[in-house]
């Protein structure tokens, strides 16, 4: 039966093209418009890290007291998000988490023997941040923790880096030469660049690219600074200073496995507050806080408010489409009203001719549907190069996949499908004997 | 207009109407908002940022390993560049306004922030040559002399004087002349003094993209900024901008070859960088009001074309009982204003409660009335554009129909 409601769908649409392309533009439009802005507000809001984003966590101390948020002052009402060195220190030597890396963003020029230097931005880190984060190696491995006792000066380097800096061949176990000196390559990531680049508060969260990594250890000795230090005292005049000061610049993670883990970890920030409080360096009540990737994603504001407007703007502009694809369908059966009332005169329920609606509103979907992804695909082509994603690994931010493609289709569907409930409704209500007598 | 007729008319036809109403409505809604952001959008990415835009080129200056004497570096690199021909002055600097990123800084009237005026500001820190380097416009009271220029290395250091905004001046000191006053850099509690206002600066970071008064806290100290990482703004005479800019490598690298120069471009391209994704979402915003509107032209189109064949033997009736073709027209632009002014006062309802709600949840400007008045005449205008043709059709109606239905 639904392969001859199909056959007449497709007669009829056939029949008044007009208004057939004018009801699929409308879906398609819709569609199309509001999945371009839905597929960047998902990208701009996905869980970075899935499978571990309830396990990573990050803590944060009240360094600078009550005085520093007090409301009149307009300041920043949280408590800071990054570390002192002195509290970063202090938490990766207490190793009370399963893993645990202190880590802040560096850059250094790299200075390939015979060829232009080549400025890069990079990260300091300790060792966990590797399977931490899950970062996939192509070749060697992260450095030691002997490297790290040792203050070695290993790193390890992104994809496309090693690509540049060793076009001939595998990476590990050659010199990169740095401002900061050489380092022997112990392992290349693949390429890695998660959405939002949750772990640094600082700077922007989608336009970052690690492309190498050392020993946090071997960094600070180094002295390479960091691109960002956010103060409420001065910070001292020179590199010791910095490092004892109470300026915030690193960022701490820490992987606890369950519940448990958590539990045990609050109580040690909290124990870890109360100690300085009692040495006299809090004058206040001692305040910490633990946040896991979704948590720490809402505390810093992640997703740009334009995007929620722009997201609301793109349903507003899906519901119009929606009002008027139902106002043309209902033009369309109920101008088919007088064919609808014969096949009920030679015996088709009200049911039939309610399925027989629907299948052809389907199928309107379906087209609407596959006009939307084309505009869909265009729409993120535009997005993109107004952006300049030019590399490929940070297009991900307007990429379509098979999943948003998928929910494209689906939301073309059930849309139209909804849209047609009301118009075949009327359809399969209207009496028989009245539409007969009219033709 | 047959008021009367076309509701007795549109009472049997209640759901189409209704629909198209609705339609209309919504459509105004999003348009209007989507106006008033792409506006917002286009006035932050216009703010004038206080410099002689025109006249400036800008790059990054990294020289590759640390110099012996960084600060004789920079300075040997500024004569170079103040000796290009069509150059009238250059400056190394931490940052300019719209490059992003930036030191930000609390600033109070009184130490420690008690009780005074308090503001988050931008720093930039400034040598003697910066006001011309730059291009401000200075309103009142000095810029600093070369005697007083300090140096800042790594970290913050007590300044003995500062150059506000007039922004910044005026929300630090809402009553009284801020020249000769004392501001506070919170963290460092000796006491700067106001020796000149500005007219306008923009921050480092770009306006954000809806409201926020910060933009335009700027102060300059007079510090030289060393490091190995400098901001060079560099100002020429008027249509020289191009020539100096390409002789710049050059010029630069023949005092040594061990640097990094990154980001040399006019100021535009700093702007340009600044807003691009401001100007992406301008851009996606333009096209959905346009095929929204035309969404809507089209639908009302439709149903209209679809109402006309309906009602075709009562045109044809009414044609042969003596209407002429112009009241039929009449009759169907009507129509259609009474439903699409329903459907414009539902929509500036609707889109004056959305823009309340999301200046309330999502902090974004409040929508001039301007807006949602133009809105409802593009609206207007276009649904009765969208009901010519098919008022057309009607009013092409034989008589002779009615006659052949009875």
């Known amino acids: ?439 | 207009m047959e008021i009367l007729p076309i509701l007795s008319a549109l009472r049997r036809n209640k759901v189409g109407a209704t629909l198209v109403a609705l339609q209309i409505a919504l459509t105004l809604a999003v348009v209007a908002n989507a106006l008033s952001i792409i506006q917002n959008h286009w006035s932050n990415m216009r703010r004038p940022s206080g410099m002689d835009e025109e006249n400036i080129f800008t790059l990054q200056n990294h020289w590759v390993g640390q110099p012996e004497n960084l600060r004789a570096s920079i300075e040997a690199d500024m004569a170079a560049l103040r000796g290009i021909p069509g150059v009238v002055d250059a400056a190394a600097t931490n940052a300019y306004p719209l490059l992003g990123g930036g030191m930000g800084w609390r600033i109070s009237t009184k130490p420690d922030m008690r009780d005074g005026p308090s503001a988050s500001t931008t720093l930039y820190l400034q040598t003697a040559h910066g006001l011309d380097a730059m291009g401000l416009k200075l309103l009142g009271g000095r810029w600093f002399r070369a005697a007083e220029i300090g140096e800042w290395g790594m970290n913050l250091k007590a300044s003995p004087s500062a150059v506000l905004t007039l922004a910044l001046a005026s929300k630090l000191f809402p009553t009284g002349n801020p020249l000769g006053q004392v501001i506070y850099l919170v963290g460092i509690d000796s006491p700067v003094q106001v020796i000149g206002v500005v007219d306008r600066a923009q921050a480092a970071a770009p306006a954000p993209a809806f409201g926020d008064p910060r933009t335009e806290y700027s102060t300059f100290l007079p510090f030289q900024f060393v490091n190995n990482g400098l901001a060079y703004v560099v100002r020429t005479r008027p249509g020289q901008l191009l020539a100096a800019m390409r002789a710049t490598p050059d010029r630069l690298s023949r005092i040594t070859r061990q640097r990094v120069i990154d980001l040399l471009g006019p100021f535009s391209e700093t702007r340009t960088r600044a807003y691009r994704i401001q100007k992406a979402e301008s851009r996606l915003l333009g096209a959905v009001v346009g095929l929204l509107l035309a969404i809507t032209a089209f639908g009302t189109l439709g149903l209209t074309m679809y109402w006309v064949s309906q009602r075709r033997r009562h045109i044809g009736l009414r044609r042969a009982l003596g209407a002429r073709r112009a009241d039929i027209l009449r009759y169907f632009h009507s129509e259609n204003l009474l439903i699409a002014g329903t459907g414009v006062l539902l929509g500036v309802a609707g889109g004056l409660g959305a823009n309340l709600w999301m200046a309330a949840h999502l902090g974004t400007a409040r929508m001039s009335p301007a807006y949602i008045g133009t809105g409802a005449v593009m609206v207007l205008v276009l649904s009765q554009l969208a009901v010519i043709w098919p008022a057309f059709r009607a009013a092409s109606i034989p008589a002779s129909l009615a006659a052949r239905g009875l």
């Open chain 1, 1 to 439: 039966m639904s392969g001859y409601y199909f056959h007449l769908a497709i007669r009829c649409l056939r029949g008044n093209v007009a208004l057939t392309v004018l009801i699929i533009a409308a879906v398609g439009v819709g569609i199309g418009a509001t999945m371009t802005v839905f597929t960047v507000l998902l990208a701009l809001s996905g869980d970075p890290i899935p499978a571990k984003s309830s396990q990573l966590f990050a803590p944060q101390i009240d360094v600078w007291g009550p005085a520093a948020r007090r409301p009149g002052a307009n300041a920043d009402p949280r408590l800071p998000d990054m570390l002192t060195y002195g509290d970063a220190v202090a938490l990766m030597q207490a190793h009370a988490a399963t893993r645990q890396a202190a880590m802040y963003g560096i850059s250094q020029i790299i200075l390939p023997p015979g060829r232009e230097p080549i400025p890069s931005g990079g990260r300091a880190t300790y060792r966990d941040f590797f399977a931490m984060f899950q970062v996939p190696f192509h070749s060697g491995a992260p450095w030691s923790a002997q490297d790290e006792t040792a203050h070695r000066n290993v790193i390890v380097l992104g994809a496309k880096l090693a690509a540049k800096l060793f076009p001939a061949g595998d990476a590990v176990g050659q010199e990169v030469t740095m401002e900061a000196g050489a380092f022997r390559v112990v392992g290349v990531i693949e390429p890695w660049n998660p959405q939002p680049a949750f772990y640094d508060p600082s700077g922007s969260a989608f336009f970052r690219n690690e492309e190498f990594f050392l020993p946090f250890t071997v960094a600070i000795e180094h002295r390479i600074p960091g691109g960002w230090l956010s103060c409420h005292s001065s910070p001292g005049s020179d590199w010791a200073g910095r490092l004892k000061s109470s300026c915030v610049w690193i960022q701490f993670w820490a992987e606890l496995p369950d519940a448990a883990a958590v539990r045990a970890y609050r109580q040690y920030l909290s124990n870890y507050a109360a100690d300085q409080r009692r040495s006299g360096r809090f004058g206040w009540p001692p305040s910490v806080q633990l946040s896991n990737v979704r948590q720490w994603l809402q505390i810093e504001h992640v997703v740009p408010d334009e995007v929620r407007i722009n997201a609301l703007l793109a349903l507003g502009f899906l519901l119009v489409c929606l009002v008027n694809a139902v106002g043309l369908m209902l033009a369309r059966f109920a101008g088919r009203s007088g064919a609808y009332a014969i096949r009920r005169a030679l015996g088709a329920s009200r049911l039939d001719i309610f399925l027989q609606c629907m299948v052809e509103t389907a199928l309107v979907g379906a087209l609407g549907g596959g006009l939307g992804l084309m505009l869909t695909a265009l729409g993120l082509i535009g997005q993109r190069a107004t952006l300049h994603y030019t590399s490929a690994d940070s297009s991900r931010l307007t990429h379509l996949d098979t999943s948003i493609m998928t929910l494209t289709l689906i939301v073309a569907i059930g849309a139209t499908f909804l849209a047609g409930l009301y118009p075949a409704w009327r359809a399969a209500r209207s009496p028989i004997g009245w539409q007969l007598k009219e033709q």
